[in-house]
């Protein structure tokens, strides 16, 4: 149906008299919101902006009587036009973005649709906790255009995709009636009042599962990252969660109202990184070194390191040939000695082979490690076929557990942050200490360019200076080497934005320390 621009004028002024939120059926406004991150543009009839639920219901009782129909919008960061079309658009970023509760013994928090992913994990931060579907567009895409979508983001191999992470959907349906979305037991359509719209509507579904079980057992695809279309897959006659039925439906189903979020602990510094070949694939979780301190962060990353030790198939423990043995190393070893570790002896090409046997007796001394010594040069690549032969006698025998196109599950910030950390200890290992931390801000895509705004945390003014260097002449070389990387990692021209602050607390300060160890 196409309306006039009288007809437009007239919808927007009746819905301006029923809603508190702010109209906006001017023309500037409704081509503002005519595109989203995608290729598409379609002029909406006019945009409302909702204070609060009673504003929506208002909206959807106006469009059930005059046929107008109402499209929900966040972040507008979608890629496939979801946000666009002629109809009116509901932006919930502005009023409808509250946290409404948190419960941190059972990792869970209830939100409104319009609450920003990145706005959302800062508030969990302080407790440890975050929401691990990490899209790309995370500053600014909003819960409830993830959940329409059923965003999936880089960790969603190992946390999945919105569909298993969201625990429960309060929605707004056609008619104006508020239901909860969630766990349904077996015993639901036997003890519930077969009168109510809600048990009209699981019982649709369950006889719709039933209808075409075959043709999804036959034919539904596999893949880890299926996002589109309804996932009437996860229907169970035994029992399952309705808000599944609303989750990637974009939209069409109802208007989201509150979500109720699964939220994980956040990851303490562990790094994965996965080596395929014909006949394996070895998962390698790179932590931490087991460091004695009372600061905050050093604490967690011992947690972290433990953690990873108890789980794990095989320890490899990598030391430098070319330094001696600190406390830190013999606390290690006495922490793995029962668990039979292959200790790797890294840059052999700088040290004599008398001192490569020295430190080998010198261990074997104290542990009982007697074949599981490599001397190897990283560099040279020296030694390290044999390392990962040895690596596989000891691996269990398994299916893949990861695509062989995976090489890691860290997002792409982390790699950029390594990058531009990478070049200043290489210009300033001498001079500036490991305890910095580098926050990759903000990714702005433009058409032929990547815009990256990053900045440096210094514990001192002292070291600030030392990073920027006479006349600004260190942090410009460090941000074009920098540059040089993230341009062949990204195959893009990139502008890279890179800045100095000093924050003597961070490491002491546990919300600080979360927040820069974990952008």
């Known amino acids: ?57 208002k909206l959807m009782e106006y469009s059930q009587k005059n046929s107008i129909p109402l499209l929900a919008r966040g972040g507008g960061s979608s890629q496939c036009g979801q946000t666009v079309g002629e109809s009116v658009v509901l932006d919930y970023s502005k009023h409808q973005n509250k946290i409404l509760e948190l419960n941190v013994e059972e990792k869970y928090v209830w939100v409104q649709p319009g609450v920003v992913l990145d706005h959302l994990n800062s508030f969990l931060r302080p407790y440890g906790l975050w929401f691990p579907v990490d899209v790309s567009t995370s500053s600014r895409a909003t819960i409830g255009g993830m959940s329409a979508n059923n965003s999936c983001g880089s960790r969603s191999l190992y946390y999945g995709n919105m569909v298993h992470n969201v625990l429960a959907i309060e929605a707004i349906l056609d008619d104006g009636s508020l239901h909860t979305f969630d766990q349904i037991n077996k015993n639901y359509l036997t ?88 006949d394996s694939q070895m998962l390698f979780l790179d932590t931490p070194g087991l460091q004695k301190s009372n600061k905050f962060l050093n604490r967690i990353m011992v947690q972290s390191s433990m953690q990873a030790i108890s789980e794990a198939d095989v320890i490899l423990v990598m030391i430098d040939g070319t330094k001696k043995f600190s ?60 390392l990962l032969d040895k690596l596989k006698e000891n691996l269990p025998f398994d299916e893949k557990i990861l695509p062989d196109d995976i090489l890691t599950d860290q997002p792409e910030k982390f790699y950029l942050s390594e990058i531009i950390r990478e070049k200043i200890f290489t210009n300033l290992y001498q001079e500036v200490p490991y305890r910095i931390a580098v926050v990759v801000e903000e990714i702005i895509e433009k058409k032929k360019i990547i815009v990256i705004q990053a900045y440096i945390v210094a514990e001192s003014s002292h070291h600030k200076q030392i990073i920027i260097g006479k006349k ?26 890179l800045r100095v602050k000093v924050d003597s607390q961070w490491l002491k300060i546990k919300d600080k320390a979360f927040n820069y160890s974990n952008i």
């Open 1 to 57: 149906m196409r309306f006039s621009s009288d007809q437009i004028q007239k919808i927007g002024k009746e819905i301006s008299s029923k809603v508190d939120g702010k109209t906006l059926f001017d023309e500037f406004s409704r081509g503002r919101y005519s595109t989203d991150a995608s290729v598409y543009q379609i002029k909406p009839l006019g945009v409302v902006l909702p204070k609060d639920t009673n504003d929506v219901l």
């Open 191 to 278: 003890t519930t009042n077969n009168q109510d719209r809600f048990y009209k509507i699981i019982d649709k579904f369950l006889h719709l599962r039933q209808k075409v079980s075959k043709d999804i057992d036959e034919n539904w695809p596999t893949t880890q990252r299926r996002v589109g279309g309804y996932n009437i897959d996860l229907i169970d006659p035994n029992g399952f969660n309705s808000s599944n039925l609303l989750v990637g439906s974009e939209g069409t189903l109802s208007l989201f109202n509150k979500i109720k979020l699964k939220l994980s602990e956040i990851p303490r510094n562990k790094i994965l990184g996965v080596l395929n070949s014909k």
């Open 327 to 386: 406390e830190d190393d013999l606390n290690l070893f006495d922490k793995i000695k029962d668990k039979n570790p292959i200790v790797a002896i890294n840059k052999i090409d700088l040290i004599k082979k008398s001192r490569i046997l020295g430190l080998i007796e010198n261990l074997r001394s104290k542990y009982n490690f007697v074949e599981n010594f490599i001397p190897i040069s990283a560099l040279n690549n020296e030694g390290t076929n044999l």
């Open 472 to 497: 600004g002449q260190m942090i410009k070389k460090v941000g074009e080497e920098s540059r040089v990387d993230i341009q062949e990692f990204l195959n893009c021209k990139v502008f890279l934005d």
